[in-house]
């Protein structure tokens, strides 16, 4: 089943074309990779699919509706997320209060609510909240960290928090800016297999911009490359991997 | 927390102090001081709130008057009682922040400064050009008195400045609680993410830009009343209370006492109204004073007063120990 697909997507600058007429589509539960030379336009895709960029020609459509011109919390109210290539965590707060904010939405709390609550209602709400955020944070094993405060974890398990911050939206589509990158080769094993297992269980579509072409080929089941904004190849990874043209845009790949 | 318990007790103490004050302090001048006092910790809060989004209200003192001229308009020519006249003078300047918000709050905070400075400078052209409205440089004047019926009692304004103090100090008792419950309760740490993260919030589907302009409706509502209990209590309302200078005292307050809470926030202001009582016969050099401190808080003390115990016992414990450690 198509989760999201892109009609000759375009987005240009004044004088600089940063991604020209993109056909692209992704699938439920597929994992899908994006790659491409720095600067092919991969994080402008994701901002335009995300409404934090304006799109200059072409159609997002997700699950059959057309979502081309939507703000960036109107994309993720209806299911799609991403993260930021530099952490998406709030660094200022605990493991847990980042999950309190996440989830804030979800829990449907008003601004007169907020006032006029007791102490004794919003610590009741509280409670549900923080089981819903225990079992997000188990799910990456991070539950024993619930009171550090986020800018003190080490990168790799930023890394980790911003993808179940991402999840706390219980999105259908996850947009993984780069994730991997500042990471080793521990904590890469660690997020590949997180992503695949929120993949699996939750038939979670994910599209993944990275440079790391061993992860990449390891587990995408589908690639796109793109260079100068434009659609070079797409296919599996045994694909890409013989095409000459990805093979000459690449000189130098991992 | 024991800290908590401590700054609980405290304010608590302060507060029946500040209660129980006019019992033995009757002088008009020290009265009146106080009562000033109290409407700037509405407007430090008010700077406060914005702040924390990460945008500087430069026309907080404008919200101010806004509130002040419609108080003194609703009274003298529409002659409506001064408790109708109260809270139209909250809610008038909230619609305008909210209408101002529309384009001010979708840029980035340098251009909303900018926007609100001008805007300052607007209203303040329009408060002396509009006289039939306004009643230009001269203002309004006399501004009617209040007179509130309570518990038997008829409460007269005109008489001492007494019940403008309690006004004043229960306007300033409210905002402040209403503050500290907002930062304290789950919406306040959301708000408290928007700063520097305000995309990962709105990746977790919230309109960041409608808490943008929640928040500053509500922080010029408080601004709007304060002016509300000032117009009376000076019986005159012209153009130039109201300007960009008493703004940079207000922002000054906020980063005096430390950004990291509204209590901060009322300590800065209380320590600069303290200084500016004591610099009274110099008040042409305030300037000359006010860049001084502002360039040591920012290099000295950049979390403010408010975190300045907690910095002394630190300093003291580490001291301390260094002597048994050297014995």
């Not at chain 1, 109210?77 to 290539?85: A, C, L, N, S």
């Not at chain 1, 709030?90 to 907020?114: C, E, I, W």
């Not at chain 1, 990168?155 to 179940?164: D, E, N, R, W, Y």
Request: contains cysteine; charged residues 15%; proline residues 4%.
């Amino acid at each position: 089943m198509v989760l999201l697909e892109t009609q000759k997507l375009t987005k240009t600058f004044i004088g600089l074309k940063a991604v020209t007429n993109l056909d692209l589509s992704v699938n439920k539960g597929q994992l899908l990779g994006l790659i491409g030379p720095n600067g092919a336009g991969k994080t402008t895709t994701f901002n335009l699919i995300s409404g934090a960029l304006p799109v200059t020609s072409g159609k997002i459509i997700f699950k059959g509706k057309d979502i081309t011109g939507f703000k960036p919390y109107m994309v993720a109210r209806i299911g799609i997320v991403r993260t930021f290539q530099l952490a998406s965590v709030f660094p200022d707060l605990s493991v847990m209060d980042n999950m309190r904010v996440a989830l804030h939405y979800k829990s449907g709390v008003g601004f007169l609510q907020t006032i006029f609550e007791t102490l004794a209602m919003e610590r009741k709400e509280d409670g549900k909240v923080r089981g819903k955020a225990m079992k997000l944070l188990n799910i990456a094993g991070l539950s024993n960290l619930a009171d550090v405060k986020a800018g003190n974890l080490p990168g790799g398990t930023q890394k980790l928090m911003s993808v179940i911050i991402a999840l706390a939206g219980d999105p259908e589509l996850l947009l993984l800016d780069e994730p991997m990158s500042g990471l080793n080769a521990e904590e890469i094993q660690t997020l590949i297999r997180l992503v695949k297992a929120i993949r699996d269980e939750r038939g979670t579509g994910i599209i993944m911009v990275e440079h790391n072409m061993k992860v990449v080929m390891e587990h995408c089941e589908y690639i796109v490359v793109i260079n100068f904004g434009e659609k070079i190849a797409e296919g599996t990874p045994s694909q890409i991997a013989n095409d000459k043209r990805v093979i000459e845009a690449y000189l130098g790949s991992e | 927390m024991k800290s908590g318990t401590w700054q609980k007790s405290f304010s608590l103490l302060i507060l029946l102090f500040l209660f129980v004050l006019p019992g033995f302090m009757h002088s008009p001048r020290y009265l009146s001081l106080f009562d000033e006092g109290f409407l700037n910790i509405v407007l430090a809060l008010s700077m406060y709130s914005m702040w924390t989004l990460g945008y500087v209200n430069a026309a907080t003192p404008t919200f101010f008057g806004l509130g002040a001229y419609t108080v003194a308009i609703l009274m003298m020519k529409a002659n409506l009682p001064f408790w109708l006249a109260f809270p139209m003078a909250g809610v008038i300047p909230a619609l305008i922040a909210f209408i101002l918000g529309f384009q001010g709050l979708k840029v980035r905070g340098t251009y909303f400064l900018i926007l609100t400075l001008a805007f300052c400078e607007f209203m303040g052209w329009l408060f002396t050009s509009w006289k039939s409205l306004f009643g230009g440089q001269t203002g309004l004047y006399p501004v009617p008195q209040p007179v509130i019926h309570a518990f038997g009692h008829t409460i007269n304004f005109a008489a001492s400045l007494v019940p403008y103090y309690y006004l004043a100090l229960i306007l300033a008792l409210i905002t402040g609680l209403f503050y500290f419950r907002l930062y304290t309760s789950r919406l306040g740490r959301v708000w408290d993410s928007i700063g520097k993260t305000e995309d990962i919030l709105a990746n977790t589907g919230i309109s960041v830009f409608t808490q943008k302009q929640i928040c500053f409706a509500v922080s010029c509502f408080f601004a709007g009343l304060a002016g509300a209990v000032y117009a009376p209590f000076m019986s005159i309302v012209t153009p130039n209370q109201f300007n960009f200078w008493q703004g940079v005292t207000i922002i000054l307050g906020v980063l005096v006492g430390g950004t990291y809470s509204p209590l901060g926030a009322i300590i800065g202001t209380v320590f600069m109204a303290v200084l500016s009582m004591l610099l009274q016969g110099y008040s042409q050099y305030q300037p000359l004073i006010w860049g001084p401190i502002l360039i040591l808080t920012l290099l000295f003390m950049p979390s403010g007063l408010i975190a300045l115990p907690m910095q002394i016992i630190n300093k003291i414990k580490e001291l301390t120990t260094r002597k048994i450690v050297q014995s």
